[in-house]
């Protein structure tokens, strides 16, 4: 079972994009989810992370200018990224947090050019 993110693509500076991650209802049901990414020739890193009940976090990188959100009845987490800028350029992943090896899916690219 892999879980797999929607909505990349190429923005300029200062854009926004909604990424989507769709699963299986007990994916959803279970577990706290998160958003992750991985840029060129770094590790990947967790953007944010919301529980089953709605509590999120975001990292101190996105923190006012990314929403992580879900909704359960969809199966489906979201990312809202405003304000983006050139260092967000990166693969985003959507999984499990903490997340499962096994649901890793390929990602969507997010590129932020000018």
């Known amino acids: 079972v892999q879980l797999q993110a929607f909505g990349g693509g190429l923005v300029q500076p200062g854009g926004s994009l909604r990424l989507s991650c769709a699963g299986s209802?007990?994916?959803?049901?279970?577990?706290?989810m998160g958003w992750y990414r991985q840029a060129p020739g770094k590790e990947r890193e967790l953007v944010a992370r919301?529980?089953?009940?709605?509590?999120?976090n975001h990292a101190d990188s996105v923190k006012g200018r990314f929403t992580i959100s879900r909704d359960n009845a969809k199966n489906t987490v979201y990312l809202q990224m405003n304000s983006l800028n050139l260092d967000d350029t990166a693969v985003y992943y959507c999984?499990?947090?903490?997340?499962?090896?096994?649901?890793w899916g390929q990602g969507t690219q997010v590129t932020v050019s000018s």
């Open positions: 999984n499990t947090h903490p997340p499962a090896f096994g649901y």
């Open positions: 209802g007990i994916i959803f049901r279970n577990n706290a």
């Open positions: 919301i529980s089953r009940s709605g509590i999120t």
